[in-house]
């Protein structure tokens, strides 16, 4: 996995999270206006196809999910779907989110788990945000869940990543 955009910081990760599903255009990706929530489950001819990729490469079941879907309920990061890079392989179109919608994600899934010591929170290091992202992430992520306890473990999180990565 390529998280710094630049093909120096990879790391092998172990599934692949399901966003959003899209309506490509003939012969074109998709836009920002076709994005939308994926079903769950999955449709049937994807799951098969899943299920074969992961007994061939020895992958948990659920190695394709769709978690992270739940974050259409409480909001995706500002202007996502425009930035969303489209690949196509074959038949299939694959869009892969930002690199500052990852900065985002990453903030969440590190003041969500472990901090400081969880992979997410490698991950974001790698990501190497600027300050401002460092901001906005922490703006975003503030709105994913109200409790007290999660803002005071987000704000410590993030102040680790500012020390660690010396953006004070």
């Known amino acids: 996995m390529d998280l710094s955009g630049s093909g120096d910081v990879e790391r092998a990760t172990t599934d692949v999270d399901i966003l959003a599903f899209a309506t490509p255009r003939a012969n074109a990706a998709p836009d920002q206006s076709t994005l939308r929530e994926p079903p769950e489950p999955i449709p049937a001819a994807l799951a098969r196809a899943a299920a074969t990729v992961g007994r061939d490469l020895g992958l948990d079941e659920h190695w394709l999910n769709t978690g992270p879907a739940l974050q259409w309920r409480a909001g995706l990061p500002p202007g996502l779907a425009g930035r969303v890079e489209w690949l196509r392989y074959s038949a299939l179109w694959v869009g892969l989110v930002a690199r500052y919608d990852l900065i985002f994600f990453k ?62």
């Open 107 to 168: 903030l969440f899934a590190a003041a969500d788990s472990s901090g400081p010591r969880s992979v997410h929170y490698q991950d974001l290091l790698a990501l190497r945000p600027s300050a401002a992202e460092c901001d906005a992430a922490v703006e975003w992520v503030s709105t994913q869940d109200a409790s007290p306890a999660f803002a005071d473990v987000l704000h410590r999180v993030a102040n680790h990543v500012r020390t660690d990565l010396e953006l004070r």
